[in-house]
């Protein structure tokens, strides 16, 4: 530990952002990193506690506390501190294949476990990651390194968000040769188009995806396997076969008036943002218009909020977004202690953004929509809303939020996108390889393990586990690489952490 008193002697910091009202003019990210000597001084912070939490991974209350993927975070902080960044880097890659990501788009378990936390600020360690990662590429020693050594053993991954490019990464660097199909124009899944570039630039995905294929992952793009690629022609010609296709079936709405135009699943809106932006910065017109127009966000989580904030950039008259559940508290509870992940209300860039340009948080809790109302040609105009309160169902015992007799209004609605979460694998994926799914169509193993009910299949990431966090899906891909590894050579020397 370099600096014992190095959490007294220095207040956290963490990079700038650029200003609500400036950001939303581009899909540009927009955090400013604090210069490389004041980094290194967030690293000193680093206690190096005898029990770091921050790495622990573990599940606490039915939530999970510190780091998935168990990195080596208090050895890596001290080298950021001493200026060895090189050696950082190194021992974060032994646990992250790509921080690059995690950095920008984790919601940092790590931070919320953190020792210093308990009685002040955190250790910055989601932006340490991020210099660490940077300054790697920036100094080269992040840069393609193939094997030396072939096994002549062939895997193809199915999918290519984080759970498979996690799969394909650790399956090449053993020497097995892999290639990734995907069904989009784009490989990254997710990341490429479930994630706004304001979050995540798709440069930052390409430079990835780049040397990836420089070490020797062969990308098959526009593959739809179960529709243009058979399944059983992937069967044949691959010793083994990854599924990691995602959490990709949306939950819908189905109340009256659901069949009218101008309602739209989330994931559809931002996919068409982002391709849009990438493709032609939004001259083709090939995405959702939202400008001059009231819009309706269904969901408060991650995918709501990136719809707010999507939405505000396109030029919306104004957005709402509709919460089932109360406002959780600002600070924690006595029955959510540390390390338990903090269960409080946070406001996210969307919603920063929205209270900047509306002049009011667009989220309205405890209510849900009862009906959308239709114009003459059929389109949305109006959401009928009811408030919501929490009861207990007589008949199951459970507490359930349940409507207000009485509250029920209209809001403007030109717009809908419903954000409410994701139900499993797609079935004709897992239809065409006859995988087994369990009761939630997530694809079905015996539990902590990847092997399907078909020989040679295995599966990972939101597919197995369901609809979860990048860094889960990374956890996921690396702990299936070692089983299939392991089916395929007898033994592995792959590590997980």
Request: with cysteine; proline share 4%.
């Amino acid at each position: 530990m370099g600096k014992p008193t190095g959490f007294m002697d220095y207040e956290r910091k963490t990079s700038e952002t650029i200003k609500p009202k400036a950001r939303i003019k581009n899909f540009n990210e927009f955090h400013v990193s604090l210069p490389m000597k004041e980094q290194q001084r967030q690293g000193a912070r680093c206690m190096a506690c005898g029990v770091p939490f921050c790495q622990s991974g573990m599940m606490l209350n039915g939530m999970a506390s510190g780091c998935p993927l168990h990195n080596l975070i208090p050895e890596w902080n001290d080298l950021v501190y001493t200026g060895n960044w090189e050696e950082a880097y190194h021992r974060l890659k032994k646990t992250n294949n790509f921080p690059e990501f995690t950095a920008r788009v984790c919601p940092a378990l790590c931070e919320q476990a953190c020792t210093c936390g308990l009685n002040g600020e955190p250790v910055s360690t989601k932006e340490n990651e991020y210099s660490i990662i940077e300054n790697a590429y920036a100094r080269g020693y992040a840069e393609a390194k193939p094997p030396k050594i072939r096994t002549g053993k062939k895997v193809a991954v199915i999918g290519s968000g984080p759970a498979g490019l996690a799969v394909a990464d650790q399956l090449n660097k053993r020497g097995h040769s892999v290639t990734v199909f995907e069904r989009s124009d784009r490989a990254g899944g997710l990341l490429m188009y479930g994630i706004p570039n304001m979050k995540l630039d798709k440069s930052i995905v390409e430079r990835k995806l780049q040397i990836m294929k420089e070490e020797g992952v062969e990308f098959i793009l526009n593959a739809n396997v179960g529709e243009n690629y058979k399944a059983d022609t992937i069967l044949k010609h691959y010793d083994r076969v990854v599924l990691a296709c995602g959490s990709s079936n949306p939950r819908d709405i189905k109340v009256p008036g659901r069949e009218a135009k101008g309602i739209y699943f989330a994931v559809d809106f931002l996919k068409a943002a982002t391709k849009s932006l990438l493709d032609s910065n939004f001259q083709d017109k090939n995405y959702i218009s939202v400008e001059g127009k009231h819009v309706v966000v269904i969901g408060g989580g991650d995918t709501g909020n990136d719809c707010v904030g999507t939405s505000v950039r396109l030029g919306a008259a104004s957005v709402v977004q509709l919460e089932m559940m109360p406002k959780l508290p600002d600070s924690r509870s006595e029955n959510n202690p540390w390390p338990e992940w903090p269960r409080v209300c946070k406001t996210d860039y969307g919603q920063e953004e929205a209270i900047e340009v509306f002049g009011h948080d667009p989220r309205i809790y405890q209510t849900t929509v009862k009906e959308f109302v239709k114009d003459k040609g059929g389109h949305v105009k109006q959401a009928r809303i009811v408030k919501l309160e929490s009861k207990k169902d007589e008949k199951t015992g459970r507490m359930v939020m349940a409507e207000v007799e009485g509250s029920e209004s209209l809001i403007q609605a030109d717009v809908v996108l419903i954000a409410a979460g994701f139900l499993g694998s797609q079935d004709y994926v897992t239809k065409a390889f006859h995988v087994e799914v369990n009761e939630r169509t997530n694809v079905k193993t015996e539990p902590g393990r990847y092997r399907t009910n078909v020989k040679n299949v295995f599966t990972a990431g939101d597919m197995h586990r369901g609809q979860s966090l990048v860094v889960w899906a990374i956890r996921e891909g690396r702990e299936a690489a070692q089983e299939v590894d392991l089916s395929l050579m007898g033994y592995t020397n792959l590590s997980v952490q």
